[in-house]
């Protein structure tokens, strides 16, 4: 009889999805992560988005399996209740946010292609978690700047997750530190870009990659001098920054 590992192991071979997205120089390592640890405890639903993500053509914007599992536990961990979620794709971090809620939890999901979030809606409605999830087709920033002129929002969520467009991840934290509470925390995915942050001058990237790793340098740069927050820059997935706000 196969082990956990193994049946979990032999369910995934050949799906070809965001599975090898990791700093890890090691990727015999990051798959004994994900058949050890995150696999075999990844809910059906979970696991059933992440097998339809993987036949999507751009699957790699999702975020991978161990990343979901941790801002999972970091939800529960924090006893989050209001969340905002900038990009969704196919709605599998997000549906890793609505399981980490309770019941009477509360997420404002924004993406400009709902078609995409349209995909993982029936499982996340199986699920039984689709009552959380208030979806805003449209880019974030008009939606944040009306949030921004409502009082009751500012220091209103618990946590909020950044995984959209990387040009505006400034533009984001303007307003997003705002509408978190002090205690809050924020969660920027990507800030690592794929270890080129840290890439010599003369390592040959595209024009795209080059601009976004400008963009990620000055970003990190502002959120490490930022007073209003703490700063934890973990080497998961492609990076991701955590930001709890202290003033």
Known sequence: MATPSESHAAKDEGV?????????QSNALYQYI?????????????????HITAKHP?????VAAD??????????LMNAKRTLE???FTGYSLLATALALPEDGQILAIDPDRKN??????????????????????????ILDQLMQEEKYRGWFDF?????DKENYMNYHKRVVELVRVGGVIGYDNTLWGGTVAAETEYPLSEYVMELKGRFLELNRH????PRIEICQLSISDGLTLCRRVS
Do not use: C
């Open 16 to 24: 070809k999805d965001h599975n090898n997205k990791t700093l890890l």
């Open 34 to 50: 994900l058949e050890t640890s995150v696999y075999p405890r990844e809910p059906e639903a979970m696991k059933e988005l992440r």
């Open 58 to 62: 751009w699957n790699g914007m999702a």
């Open 67 to 76: 990343e979901a599992q941790f801002l999972n536990m970091i939800l529960k």
């Open 86 to 88: 900038i990009g969704v």
């Open 117 to 142: 979030y349209e995909l993982g809606l029936p499982v996340i409605e199986k699920a039984g978690v689709a009552h959380k999830i208030d979806f805003r087709e449209s880019q974030a920033l008009p």
């Open 160 to 164: 909020v997750f950044v995984d959209a």
């Open 223 to 226: 959120l490490a001098a930022d």
